[in-house]
């Protein structure tokens, strides 16, 4: 069964300092992969999406992602984090076809200023 | 574009009494979701609609949980009766189609947060 692995409950950063976001995923075939963000209180905000081409993919708030198949990673990423990107991400896969789309168990972030 | 609504966004009730959430997914979009989001876990599908049937609804408890999507559009989804272990926050998504590809991209509403006395 397909399944996605967040290994970082929580990741506490200090503002201005780089991110790093890990995702890993197992399942046969590449399938899509998405970054969302759920701020408190909030629904998930898409941040990013991989379907195919590019191996790194740009999103809004200035996040990225790249996609190494060899690790069947999709690890998210932000060169200078904000105090307002404090929330929690998710990363989710979809297979194609009549797949359900798996969301890892999150990861809560924290900006200390 | 308007997004994802839903409604109420909070709701607080005692076991074993009813409680029903609203979704209007983004205009066009065929295909609608709900997710039960348990604290500390990631969203769980529940019922995938396509238009105004049921694609997928093999994790909804359905000797308590309902949900229709008269018309192809709005959805409602029922609790009758609710159990304490029903406290999560339900939320709706919609998606252009099913067809693979970019139409498969799911955006969200802002959820209902429910708890169960």
């Known amino acids: 069964a397909q399944s996605v692995t967040q290994p970082d409950i929580h990741i506490t950063v200090s503002e201005g300092a780089s991110l790093e976001l890990r995702c890993n995923y197992s399942?046969?075939?590449?399938?899509?992969l998405f970054w969302y963000v759920q701020s408190p209180g909030q629904g998930l905000q898409l941040l990013l999406k991989?379907?195919?081409?590019?191996?790194l993919v740009q999103g809004i708030k200035g996040f990225e992602a790249e996609f190494k198949r060899s690790q069947s990673s999709f690890n998210l990423r932000k060169p200078s984090v904000h105090w307002s990107d404090a929330a929690e991400y998710f990363c989710?896969?979809?297979?194609?076809?009549?797949?359900?789309?798996?969301f890892g168990t999150g990861t809560q972030l924290k900006v200390e200023l | 574009e308007a997004g994802v609504a839903q409604s109420p966004r909070y709701k607080i009730i005692e076991k074993r009494q009813s409680v029903a959430f609203w979704c209007n997914p983004i205009?066009?979009?065929?295909?609608l979701y709900w997710y039960q989001q348990i604290l500390g876990q990631g969203p769980k599908l529940l019922i995938q609609?396509?238009?105004?049937?049921?694609?997928?609804d093999s994790q909804l408890p359905k000797d308590r949980f309902s949900a229709e999507r008269l018309k192809g559009v709005d959805s409602t989804l029922k609790i009758q009766p609710a159990k304490l272990e029903d406290s999560a926050v339900y939320l709706c998504?919609?998606?252009?189609?099913?067809?693979?590809?970019?139409?498969?991209?799911?955006?969200f509403g802002p959820g209902t947060r429910l708890t169960v006395l």
């Open positions: 609609f396509q238009n105004n049937g049921v694609v997928d």
């Open positions: 998504a919609s998606s252009l189609g099913v067809a693979g590809g970019e139409t498969d991209t799911q955006y």
């Open positions: 399942y046969g075939a590449t399938p899509y």
């Open positions: 991989y379907f195919s081409g590019d191996t």
């Open positions: 989710a896969v979809f297979p194609g076809g009549g797949n359900k789309l798996t």
């Open positions: 205009s066009g979009h065929a295909t």
